[in-house]
């Protein structure tokens, strides 16, 4: 067996496939455990990119619900103001009506009030007019003398 040929080609086979497998195991062994590494490696990455993702999702969403919050908030100052401002302005109208009602009492007052003195002046002007056609009618000089005279006499009295 030993001075068979085919022997020693079999037991250098052996060698060489041992020596190959011993150096290409190391190889493909390291070559393996550094692809497993990797692999570990970006599975680790992309659990921390999904976990930053959905940290950011939570931060994006709390964000998005205080500014609804916060718009909600505006929208109710906002109705609250206007509000404000239509209970004032309704206040301010009345007042603003009650004035002008006001007003125009005092200018009808007024009004009515010089139409009554127009009246009276017209009705003195007609009455003055009324008596002195008649005393032109009905005195003569002598009742004019007894009247002037007596009307002299009374005025110190009247104007006291």
């Known amino acids: 067996m030993l001075q068979n040929p085919t022997f020693w080609v079999l037991v250098a086979f052996v060698l060489f496939v041992a020596a190959v ?3 290409a195991a190391n ?3 390291k070559a393996l455990d550094d692809r497993a590494e990797r692999i ?7 659990q921390k990119l999904r976990e930053d993702a959905q940290a950011a999702l939570a931060q994006y969403q709390r964000k998005q619900r205080d500014a609804l919050k916060e718009a909600e908030n505006i929208i109710a100052a906002a109705r609250e103001e206007a509000d404000r401002i239509r209970r004032r302005a309704a206040t301010d109208l009345e007042a ?3 004035r002008r009602e ?3 009492m005092e200018k009808i007052a007024q009004a009515e009030a010089q139409a009554v003195q127009q009246v009276r002046d017209l009705a003195v002007d007609i009455a003055v007019a009324a008596t002195e056609r008649i005393l032109v009618q009905n ?3 002598t009742r004019d ?3 002037v005279g007596n009307a002299i006499a009374e005025l110190p009295a009247k104007l006291h």
């Open 102 to 104: 006001a007003q125009a």
């Open 27 to 29: 190889t493909i062994g």
């Open 21 to 23: 497998w011993r150096i």
């Open 96 to 98: 603003s009506l009650r």
């Open 139 to 141: 005195m003569d000089a």
């Open 40 to 46: 570990r490696e970006e599975i680790e990455q992309a």
């Open 145 to 147: 003398e007894v009247l």
